[in-house]
Each structure stands twice: as C-alpha cells, then as structure tokens.
C-alpha cells in the first residue's frame, strides 16, 4: 500500500504560483496511477488531475486544464503539482491518492492528511 504524505501549500496571491509535493512510501510507488484532488470548506472532495504509471499520459478536470501540470518521479517516490493563475476559487486542502485505474478519477488507497492552500484576492 502506498502512504501519501503531501506538503507545499501556502498562502498565495491570486495569479500566483505554488508547487505541491507528494512523498509515498511503499515499494509499489510506481506501479501505481496517482491523482491530485481538493476538498473546499463545505464541499465534497473532487478530482483534479491524473497521471499514469510511467508519467507519459495525464488528464485534468475542466476547471484546472491550461493551469496546472501533473508531474511525478518514480525514482524518488513522488508526484508533483504545479499550480499557476490561481484563483481564489482554487483554495482547498489538497490531497493525493493512487487511483483505481488511471481513467477513473477514482482514489483507491490512503488519504494523507493534504496540504492547504489558500489563495487571496
């Protein structure tokens, strides 16, 4: 099982940038397809972006495409986030997970315990 540990959120201007890092623990790191979601205050968590086992194929939900990349290193256990032109909007407790499959924007595993991220106007 893959353990997430997610850290580099902050307190950003909108426009600005941030880069989030998950670090996971497990052997099988790489055999896994990983996602990025977000949870607002009072909301349900949601989706945000995929990325497959090797790293060549992502996808991302509508509201994030143009903006944010997915990224990840097998090598040292870690998927990456960079968010450019937030929004307030964007502001949430990010999260990632393994997914079930790489299509499915379905989370399979561990929740960490995510990072915030909060973005003024």
């Known amino acids: 099982q893959v353990q997430p540990v997610e850290s580099g959120g902050g307190l950003v201007q909108a426009g600005g940038s941030l880069r989030l890092s998950c670090a996971a623990s497990?052997?099988?790191?790489?055999?896994?397809?990983m996602g990025w979601f977000r949870q607002a205050p009072g909301k349900e968590r949601e989706f945000v972006a995929a990325?497959?086992?090797?790293?060549?194929?992502?996808y991302y939900a509508d509201f994030v495409k143009g903006r944010f990349t997915i990224s990840r290193d097998n090598g040292q256990n870690t998927v990456y986030l960079q968010m450019n032109s937030l929004k307030p909007e964007d502001t949430a407790v990010y999260y990632c997970?393994?997914?079930?499959?790489?299509?499915?924007?379905?989370?399979?595993?561990?929740w960490g315990q995510g990072t915030q991220v909060t973005v003024s106007s």
């Open positions: 997970n393994t997914l079930t499959a790489f299509g499915s924007r379905q989370p399979r595993g561990y």
């Open positions: 497990g052997r099988t790191f790489s055999g896994y397809a």
């Open positions: 990325i497959s086992t090797s790293g060549g194929s992502t």
